[in-house]
């Protein structure tokens, strides 16, 4: 028969990817007694936060609210690079390429245009001069704004877990989190150590002799459970409209002209395509052997699409075949001075909220639970502002990072 144990924390971050890690940190620095928790090793390939690299960008295609908070995650990462002495980012600059009427051109130059964001607008001409690693067509233009980059996610994850652990935050790896009970005092997990990972860099759950279960009491549960979150609050997914849970696919090209992809004087990139599809991609961050690209909205037809496919968080998504790598291959005809057959392919998946923005904050019923979730393909550049907002809130029930338009409470 199982025994369950008891234990008590002032905080419980649940989910120790790109957003609990930071939140971990932030609560850890300020000497909250926290506990981590992850059902896998902090880093690892089985969510959304794998791949090497993300883009970050300010002048903000998606919106002109989220421009503070991306300017407020800039500081976040180089304070988490000082701190961690590890480059967890890297400002090389953002390019949007597309018609000008393009929600990737416009948006962009929409936020530039409302924060006075310093960017500068190319013709064809002057993208292809100044770009030469780009194919440029004569309907398409470019917004260029040095305040764009690159977060390393892997890197950011374990700078993050370790220095909160250094400050005094507890973490259990390879366990998994089986329930939240709410409780309007207390809320409780409910966490099992029966499966998940081995153990990693933090200790598994204390087993207390024959108890394989634990329950956790805490002032504050904080969910930062990624694409597990609909499985884990159900309720919330169904209040919100729903969470989907996507496939999407990132795929490595070899560089065969290494100066037209140099971080040095290439940026991140976005384009937009006359059929819809807005997919973007990086300068080579491997010293010139390959660059990545992905889709984040696939307007195209016919195979390889990367447009709805739902994955059960549990089994992961379908591994990546010769369509996923016909489709990317299609649109790396769109780059210069690479080999348009892609070397390595990896699948990863999105957390789509109805209107595609994210939800942090409280959640809407339950009091002492906060959110950071459904991120919907977005998120990893802001995680390291998410991280303070939800330790502010967890700490002080309020926060000045600027996440007001994103509280869960305004869908539903
Ligand atoms: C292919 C791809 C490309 C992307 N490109 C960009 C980009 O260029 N720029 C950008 O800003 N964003 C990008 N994103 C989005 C960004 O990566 C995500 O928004 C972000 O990583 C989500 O972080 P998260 O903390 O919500 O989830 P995750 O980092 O996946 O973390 C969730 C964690 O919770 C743990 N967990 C879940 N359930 C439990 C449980 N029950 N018990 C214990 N632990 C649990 C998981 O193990 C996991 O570690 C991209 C996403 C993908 C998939």
């Known amino acids: 028969m199982t025994a369950t144990a008891e234990y008590t924390v002032d905080t419980v971050v649940v989910g ?29 390939a089985h969510g959304s936060s794998h791949g090497e690299s ?50 990737v051109v416009s948006g962009a130059a929409e936020s530039a ?37 690159v977060v390393f996610p892997e890197t950011a994850i374990r700078a993050a877990v370790r220095l909160a652990q250094y400050n ?98 290439t940026p991140v990139f976005v384009r937009a395509e006359s059929d819809g599809t807005a997919w973007y991609g990086f300068p080579s961050l491997d010293g010139g052997r390959t660059v990545k690209i ?20 549990d089994i992961g998504p379908r591994p990546a075949d010769a369509a996923d790598a016909q489709r990317l291959a299609r649109l790396a005809e769109r780059l210069r001075g690479i080999d348009p057959t892609p070397s390595r392919l990896t699948t990863c998946m999105y957390t789509m909220t109805q209107d595609q923005h994210f939800l942090i904050g409280p959640h809407p019923r339950v009091p002492g639970l906060l959110l950071g979730g459904g991120f919907s393909g977005h998120g990893y550049k802001f995680a390291s502002a998410v991280g303070r907002a939800l330790a502010d809130l967890a700490q002080q029930g309020t926060t000045t990072v600027p996440i007001h338009p994103f509280r869960p409470d305004r869908l539903g």
């Open 294 to 313: 992905g889709v984040h909205a696939d307007g195209a037809s016919g195979p390889g699409v990367q447009r709805g496919e739902r994955v059960d968080p």
């Open 54 to 103: 993300r883009i970050i960008r300010t002048a903000y295609l998606e919106g002109t609210a989220y421009v503070p908070l991306a300017q407020a995650a800039w500081k976040g990462w180089d304070e988490l690079g000082r701190e961690s002495e590890t480059q967890v980012a890297r400002r090389c600059g953002s390019v949007m390429i597309g018609p000008p009427d393009s929600r």
């Open 113 to 149: 245009r409302q924060h006075e964001l310093a960017h500068r607008r190319y013709t064809p001409a002057q993208l292809s001069a100044e770009f030469p690693g780009h194919v440029v067509v004569k309907n398409e233009e470019g917004l260029y704004e040095g305040d764009g980059g």
């Open 168 to 265: 005094g935050a507890r973490v259990w790896t390879g366990t998994r989190v089986r329930g939240i009970i709410p409780d309007a005092s207390q809320p409780r997990v409910w966490v099992t150590d029966r499966e998940g990972s081995a153990a990693g860099t933090g200790d598994r759950a204390p087993t207390d002799g024959a108890a394989r279960e634990q329950t956790i009491r805490a002032r504050c549960v904080v969910v930062t459970a990624g694409a597990w979150l609909p499985q884990l609050l159900p309720d919330l997914a169904r209040r919100l409209g729903g969470l989907g849970v996507e496939r999407r696919v990132l795929a490595w090209f070899p560089v065969t002209e290494p100066d037209w992809h140099d971080p040095e004087h």
């Open 16 to 44: 120790l990817g790109a957003m609990g890690a930071q939140t971990l940190w932030r609560l850890a620095q300020r000497g909250v007694d926290v506990l981590g928790i992850d059902a896998f090793d902090p880093g690892h």
